[in-house]
């Protein structure tokens, strides 16, 4: 189980490398691989990202790492209980 960071790190490395082998992934294609690697556990964000107009790769990724910031908040209150 990665973490967020780590999730995007990663997968920003995959996309950097294929770059540098002249095959650099579009935008919109990785809005869309890097949603579909999260899992179950952030359905409604992915489903909520998806929607047109879909937004930047960079908007999505502040947008998860913000959501992920908040989950976590989240969570400390409710075990805190």
């Known amino acids: 189980n990665l973490s ?7 997968f920003k ?3 950097d490398e294929l770059a540098a082998i002249g095959k650099p992934i579009e935008d919109h294609s990785k809005v869309f691989w890097l949603l579909s690697g999260l899992g179950q556990e952030y359905e409604s964000f992915t489903t909520t990202m998806m929607k047109p107009p879909t ?3 960079i908007d999505v990724v502040a947008l998860l790492q913000s959501h992920e910031t908040m ?11």
């Open 4 to 10: 967020i960071a780590d999730y995007i790190c990663g």
């Open 13 to 15: 490395k995959i996309c």
């Open 55 to 57: 937004p930047s790769y």
């Open 71 to 81: 989950r976590s908040m989240y969570h400390e209150d409710t075990s805190q209980q």
